[in-house]
């Protein structure tokens, strides 16, 4: 990768500004090591310099949480349905490595890879709607469901520069997540945000379902100017980690 060919595109498209997207290529690439700031944190897959390392984020202080706690209702109502119509839930399938995740756990998903489902669009109108409100990055966008007994073992994400969010759709009792070394549990209607390059957990120790709305979000020590350099590098990092 001709780090300073980038650059000088993405230049011409941001303006200046890009000094940590710089160190954040020349990280990638190999040219400059990484310098994490937490001893739990492991973005190794990508890792953009500069920005907090926190596990748990406060979704109070973010402006879009109110609107997406007002819209659970027909969230809900929307998840409810797909599940009463027979809709397809599958294993989760990691985007870098296509390998399945754990039996058990299983999504319907709403975008993938930035890429809204077309079923999706016409069957959640209010889940997108919602999702398109908030600053969500190009990962995926989900409904997730815990089946009882499934463990998610401690496991980590790999990319520090979006969050996870969960909005509870439906949580039984024995239910939780621990990122880091700090527990929690859903609450229905209640978000909960997390830096997903932290080690983390989940498990449903109850008897039945545990439903969430899973999405990524740019974390929110990223500029504008940075986001909209890693929108236009996103996919060409996916490729070269793929390729690696």
Known sequence: MDIDAVMCELQES?????????????????QQAPVYLHDEQEPTRLFFPGISAIPWHDPAKLRWAAGVRDAFPRI????????ADG????????????ELGWRGWDTYQ??????????????CPATVEALENTPHGPRDGMFTILNPGVHLTPHTGGVNLLLTAHLALVVPPGCGIRVCDEERNWQEGELLLF????IHEAWNHGSAQRAVL???????????AEITALEILLPRFQRYLMAG
């Open 195 to 198: 830096d997903d390059s932290f």
């Open 76 to 83: 809900r109502d929307e998840f409810l349905a797909l599940r």
């Open 87 to 98: 809709a397809p839930f599958a294993p989760y399938e990691d985007l870098y490595t296509k």
């Open 14 to 30: 941001t303006g200046d500004g890009l000094d940590r997207v710089a160190e954040c290529l020349r990280i990638l690439t190999g």
């Open 214 to 224: 899973l999405w990524d979000i740019w974390h929110p020590g990223l500029t504008a």
């Open 110 to 123: 709403l975008y993938r890879n930035g890429t809204w489902q077309d079923e999706a669009l016409s069957r």
